[in-house]
C-alpha cells in the first residue's frame, strides 16, 4: 500500500469518525438537555419515554430506507446524504415549540444520524486491508463516547448561556464542516467494481458472488452463508438496546427526578462514564485485530 492510498485512508477514517462523533453529540445532548427540554415543552417523564421510542423506531426505518440506497447509488453519495439530512433536522430542533414537533424532528434527525455508522463503516471497510478493520473501527467508533463526552461538556460549559436550543444549533457548525471535508472522499473501488461488473457483465477484479449481487440487498441477508450470522448478530444487537435507552438517553432525567441529583452532577456522570466508554472502544478495535 503506497503512502498516497495510506494518507487518503487515515483521511477517509478520520472523516468517518468525525461524523460520527457528530451523529452521537446530536443524539446525545438530548440527554443531559431532556430535563430542560420537558419543562420548555411540557410533557412528563413517561412522555419522555414516548420520544424516546419514537426515535428509536427512527432510526430503523430510516436504516432500513438507507441501506439499499447505498448500494444504489454508491457509498460517497450516501456518506453526504445522511449527514446532511441529519444536520438539518438538527437546525429545525431550535424552532420547535411543542412536544409533537420535538418528537417529529428528533424522529428524522436521528433516524438519519444513526445511519452514518454503517455508512462510513463501509466505505473505510472497502478501502482498507482486511488487518487493519479492527482496528480501524474501534476508532470510528471511538466517536460514538468522544460525541457524548463533547454533549456532556458542552452542557456544563455553555447551557446557562445558549440554553438546551443554542446547543442543537451549535452542532450545526461542525456538522457543515465535516460535509465540506466529504467532498474529498472518492467512490470505493470495490464498489465500482461491483457496480461494473454488474451493468457490463465483466470479469470482477474483487471476489463476488454476481448471481447474489444482483439480488435486492435485504434479500442477501437471508441467503445460506449469511442467515445464522446475521441472526446472531441482530439477537445480541437487540438484548443490548434493551438496556440501552434506560442507560444512555433518559438517564439523565431518571438522575433529576428520583435521585434528585442536580444538572451539573447528572452531567459530570455522563462526561466520566463516556471518557470510559472511549477507551472501551480503542481496546476492543485492537482485541478484534
Known sequence: MN?????????????????????????????????????????????????????????????????????????????????????????????????????????????SAFGELPTGLTIVTEESSPKLRGILYGFIQGGWPIGLFISSAAYLLLVSKIGWRGLYLLGLIPLIAVIIARFRVKESDRFKDLKKTITEDTKPKYAVNKNEAKEFPYKQLFNKDLRKQFTIVNLGWMLYTFSFVTTNVVIALIFTSYYKLNDTQSATILLIASGIGFLHTQLQGGMDR
Do not use: C
Not at 50 to 66: A, C, K, N
Not at 101 to 108: D, E
Open 3 to 111: 503512502k498516497t492510498k495510506n494518507r487518503y485512508i487515515i483521511y477517509l477514517t478520520v472523516v468517518a469518525m468525525a461524523g460520527w462523533m457528530l451523529a452521537s453529540f446530536d443524539f446525545n445532548i438530548m440527554t443531559p438537555t431532556l430535563p430542560l427540554i420537558s419543562k420548555s415543552l411540557h410533557f412528563t417523564t413517561e412522555e419522555a419515554g414516548l420520544i424516546t421510542g419514537v426515535i428509536y423506531l427512527g432510526m430503523f426505518v430510516m436504516v432500513l430506507i438507507y441501506g439499499p440506497l447505498i448500494d444504489k447509488f454508491g457509498r460517497k453519495v450516501m456518506f453526504q446524504i445522511v449527514l446532511t439530512v441529519s444536520a438539518i433536522f438538527t437546525g429545525f430542533t431550535y424552532l420547535v415549540v411543542n412536544f409533537l414537533q420535538f418528537m417529529g424532528v428528533r424522529f428524522i434527525a436521528d433516524g
